[in-house]
């Protein structure tokens, strides 16, 4: 993207921020990567008078090209940028709830499985340190490590990503679940959702866009768009024409877990839709064309194999302590960033919940080993062909 656009792109995420009510005034700002440094907004301007030339553009060394000074945050906007090649956008807010939890020095653990979308089971909150200081970019930096997100201690909210689009949405979503959080304190601390939850929730987010959940539990009813279903329709449409039809087809299957037909009596549960390839694997799942947003319905992994990915998922960090009451001294060196734990259940309705969260993992697959034979492959039609030939 030209530095032009990039500008641009700075001046309407801050306009944002501010209209949907994340931010305030002129606190908070934003930066974006350009080769060899950024570019950033600068100290104290209000955003709806902010043009493209306002925006300074930093050499990660702190030289700098403008006509004005960088935001007072120049510092953890370019070591965030500089030590996460992940990273494209830094958005910096106060927005209220977040800031609210951060001047308690608490973080959000994961009373909702929504902390995922800073990527890991909680969202930390830095130690204070004054603004525009390094060692409050040094605090950000920890308690950004392995996240999207962070708190600042009494200050606010940092939010990275890798477009403007997704900073805003994250931003908005992380502020939303402390604007739940503290709600959620009024009746006492929730209890968390425990490691092995919170890691099958950052599994399914990554397997798909959101909204379109891979099969773990195995349930087999994914959702599929009309167009599969019309496909589909088609291609059975001959085993419509016989005489004696077998019984109603079950549910069709997308992917390859669909049952092989048992010894070639019913090719109608081998259906499936038009377009398809066939793969160059047996078991691989069938490539059909379908919208994007149906790609998880298509091809999910076997339930196994996404057990097993949610088994071997990097153990989510440990909750951390559980914040103490005791107002930390701001002298202290190097404070860890932490993220308030939350008591043990107390009620009965959680205690239960925390027994049932302790239960293992649901069942292994018991999808047959031997997979159906792939549409168009030999083995397929040699089937097709042996069934109808035993029904002239
Ligand atoms: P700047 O206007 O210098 O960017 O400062 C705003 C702010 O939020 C400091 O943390």
């Known amino acids: 993207m030209s530095h032009k656009k990039l500008r641009q792109g700075i001046i309407e995420t801050c306009i944002e921020m501010n209209r949907s009510g994340l931010n305030q005034g002129t606190s908070g700002n934003v930066s974006h990567r350009v080769e060899g440094?950024?570019?950033?907004?600068?100290?104290?301007?209000?955003?709806?008078?902010?043009?493209?030339?306002?925006?300074?553009?930093?050499?990660?060394?702190?030289?700098?090209?403008?006509?004005?000074?960088?935001?007072?945050?120049?510092?953890?906007?370019?070591?965030i940028l500089k030590n996460r090649q992940d990273v494209n956008v830094v958005l910096h807010?106060?927005?209220?709830?977040?800031?609210?939890?951060?001047?308690?020095?608490?973080?959000?653990?994961?009373?909702?499985?929504?902390?995922?979308?800073?990527?890991?089971?909680?969202?930390?909150?830095?130690?204070?340190?004054?603004?525009?200081?390094?060692?409050?970019?040094?605090?950000?930096?920890?308690?950004?490590?392995?996240?999207?997100?962070?708190?600042?201690?009494?200050?606010?909210?940092?939010?990275?990503?890798?477009?403007?689009?997704?900073?805003?949405?994250?931003?908005?979503?992380?502020?939303?679940?402390?604007?739940?959080?503290?709600?959620?304190?009024?009746?006492?601390?929730?209890?968390?959702?425990n490691d092995k939850e919170m890691a099958q929730v950052i599994e399914q987010m990554r397997r798909m866009s959101y909204g379109q959940a891979p099969d773990l539990d195995k349930v087999k009813d994914a959702p599929k768009p009309l167009s599969v279903k019309a496909a589909e329709t088609v291609i059975a449409a001959p085993v419509v024409t016989e005489t004696k039809p077998t019984k109603a087809p079950a549910e069709p299957k997308t992917s390859a877990k669909a049952k092989a037909p048992a010894k070639a009596k019913a090719p109608a549960k081998v259906k499936a839709p038009a377009k398809v390839k066939a793969p160059a694997k047996a078991d691989a799942p069938a490539k059909v064309k379908v919208p994007a947003q149906a790609k998880a319905a298509v091809k999910p992994a076997t339930v196994k194999a996404a057990l097993a990915a949610v088994d071997s998922a990097p153990a989510a960090p440990k909750t951390a302590k559980a914040p103490t009451r005791k107002a930390p001294s701001r002298k202290a060196p190097a404070r860890k960033a932490k993220t308030a734990k939350p008591k043990a259940p107390r009620t009965a309705a959680a205690k239960a919940k925390a027994t049932a969260s302790k239960k293992p993992a649901a069942a292994k697959s018991t999808a047959p080993k031997s997979p159906a034979p792939a549409v168009g492959s030999a083995s397929f039609k040699s089937l097709v062909g042996a069934a109808l030939s035993r029904r002239k």
Not at 44 to 59: G, P
Not at 133 to 147: G, I, P, V
Request: glycine share 6%; net charge negative; hydrophobic share 40%.
């Open 93 to 193: 807010t106060h927005s209220v709830y977040c800031t609210t939890l951060a001047t308690h020095e608490r973080g959000i653990p994961a009373f909702h499985y929504m902390v995922a979308v800073a990527g890991g089971s909680d969202i930390r909150c830095s130690p204070y340190a004054c603004f525009g200081t390094q060692e409050l970019s040094n605090y950000a930096l920890e308690a950004l490590k392995d996240r999207t997100a962070c708190l600042l201690g009494h200050h606010g909210l940092i939010v990275v990503a890798d477009t403007f689009e997704t900073a805003l949405w994250r931003a908005t979503e992380i502020e939303t679940l402390a604007k739940m959080y503290v709600h959620a304190l009024a009746i006492g601390e929730p209890p968390p959702l």
């Open 37 to 79: 440094g950024m570019l950033v907004t600068p100290t104290s301007l209000a955003y709806e008078r902010m043009k493209n030339d306002d925006i300074v553009e930093m050499a990660f060394d702190g030289t700098y090209d403008g006509k004005h000074r960088t935001s007072s945050e120049w510092r953890f906007h370019r070591d």
